[in-house]
């Protein structure tokens, strides 16, 4: 999963890497293996709720203007 805004660049990639990209604080990268489990599961959390918000734009920008 990749994510980017204007302030901030996420990657999380399972059994991989996990990147994170902020122009205040620079750059975080971890090993996905090196990770507690607790924080597993909070970047999995946080990549549902990224996927809810996708679909959520998906229905946004799929319904016809000025219908």
Known sequence: ???KT???????SKNSNVYLGSK???QIF???ADLDD????DLENISQQVETLMLQTEK?????CCA
């Open 1 to 3: 999963m990749l994510v």
């Open 60 to 64: 946004l920008l799929s319904i016809p």
């Open 24 to 26: 205040k604080s620079g």
């Open 38 to 41: 607790s924080v597993k599961l």
């Open 30 to 32: 971890t090993n996905w």
């Open 6 to 12: 204007d302030i901030f660049e996420l990657e999380i």
